[in-house]
């Protein structure tokens, strides 16, 4: 099974700060105490099923969901990106990875690269591996572990960089909801799925084979990106208008595993 980038207690920690509550109030709500909800979501206690699907009902998660991630019964059906012209390039950081990607067109080998992740050599080697020429650079959005090695891409593919205006790079261009890009048969329609981060992008893309949604840190298999900005607002992006595609869209998200559209609207306990 993959190994999905949250952990039952991230889940349980994202929707309290997400409503607002502090662990007291929460273990008030469910009748534990404020020790063991932040053992909880340390993920180092892992109450019964009964006891989970109560914290869920308090935080609007779906229970079942909730106990199905705790208890292993839940990981993505893999995804094939070859038959997508796309490529995942992992890269670590401090404790975790982040992805970067690659798209393109399968005729021409026009390319997209979405984020730079840490490392630049494999994106380099991805480039060459498939015959690629990198023809724009786009950004899910610009927190550290995202952009490392933004300037050493820059410089090596000169290119445009598309960005969003609240989260601004020197020397991009800006675009916005409903902007469109092509690179060769790809369309990107850019969606403003703020939340996560004040400028947060998914870029859609369609054309020349299956439909993918490049998510950057919006939703992960089984779970949504930390609010950092706003709770609501991401929530009601990532349902509204990422759900929302088609079923069989592919979602990339900055960490964790490969899904889709219909995998979380199954399985994810944020999206009931």
Same mark, same amino acid.
């Given at each position: 099974?993959?190994?999905? @980038?949250?952990?039952?207690?991230?889940?349980?920690? +994202?929707?309290?700060?997400?409503?607002?509550?502090?662990?007291?109030?929460?273990? +008030?709500?469910?009748?534990? *105490?404020?020790?063991?909800? +932040?053992?909880?979501? $340390?993920?180092?206690?892992?109450?019964?099923?009964?006891?989970?699907?109560?914290?869920?009902?308090?935080?609007?998660?779906?229970?079942?969901?909730?106990?199905?991630?705790?208890?292993?019964?839940? *990981?993505?059906?893999? %995804?094939?990106?070859?038959? *997508? $012209?796309?490529?995942?390039?992992?890269?670590?950081?401090?404790?975790?990875?982040?992805?970067?990607?690659? %798209?393109?067109?399968?005729?021409?080998?026009?390319?997209?690269?979405?984020?730079?992740?840490?490392?630049?050599?494999?994106?380099? @080697?991805?480039?060459? +591996?498939?015959?690629?020429?990198?023809?724009?650079?786009?950004? /899910?959005?610009?927190? $550290?572990?995202?952009?490392?090695?933004?300037?050493?891409?820059?410089?090596?593919?000169?290119?445009?960089?598309?960005?969003?205006?609240? @989260?601004?790079?020197?020397?991009?261009?800006?675009?916005? @909801?409903?902007?469109?890009?092509?690179?060769?048969?790809?369309?990107?329609? %850019?969606?403003?799925?703020?939340?996560? *981060?004040?400028?947060?992008?998914?870029?859609?893309? /369609?054309?020349?084979?299956?439909?993918?949604?490049?998510?950057?840190? $919006?939703?992960?298999?089984?779970?949504?990106?930390?609010?950092?900005?706003?709770?609501?607002?991401?929530?009601?992006?990532?349902?509204?208008?990422?759900? /929302?595609?088609?079923?069989?869209?592919?979602?990339?998200?900055?960490?964790?595993?490969? /899904?889709?559209?219909?995998?979380?609207?199954?399985?994810?306990?944020?999206?009931?």
């Amino acid at each position: 099974m993959a190994k999905l @980038e949250d952990l039952y207690g991230d889940i349980v920690g +994202k929707a309290r700060r997400g409503q607002k509550l502090t662990e007291a109030d929460l273990g +008030k709500k469910v009748g534990l *105490s404020e020790q063991q909800i +932040k053992d909880l979501q $340390a993920s180092k206690w892992k109450p019964d099923d009964a006891t989970l699907r109560k914290v869920a009902a308090a935080l609007g998660l779906a229970g079942d969901r909730l106990v199905a991630i705790a208890n292993d019964r839940y *990981s993505p059906a893999p %995804v094939d990106l070859a038959r *997508s $012209a796309a490529a995942q390039i992992t890269s670590p950081f401090e404790d975790y990875f982040v992805h970067t990607y690659l %798209v393109w067109d399968a005729n021409t080998k026009e390319a997209v690269l979405f984020d730079t992740g840490t490392q630049a050599e494999p994106i380099h @080697e991805a480039v060459r +591996k498939n015959g690629l020429t990198v023809k724009m650079l786009c950004l /899910t959005h610009t927190h $550290a572990d995202h952009i490392v090695v933004l300037d050493e891409v820059r410089r090596k593919y000169n290119v445009p960089i598309h960005a969003s205006k609240a @989260e601004p790079v020197d020397g991009a261009k800006f675009v916005r @909801e409903g902007d469109t890009l092509r690179c060769g048969s790809r369309t990107l329609k %850019v969606l403003e799925t703020d939340g996560h *981060s004040p400028g947060g992008f998914t870029f859609f893309v /369609t054309g020349g084979g299956p439909s993918l949604a490049v998510v950057g840190d $919006a939703i992960f298999a089984g779970s949504m990106g930390g609010p950092m900005v706003s709770y609501e607002r991401l929530h009601s992006n990532v349902k509204n208008k990422i759900l /929302t595609l088609q079923d069989d869209t592919v979602l990339m998200p900055g960490h964790g595993p490969l /899904t889709t559209v219909a995998e979380e609207k199954r399985n994810n306990p944020f999206f009931p």
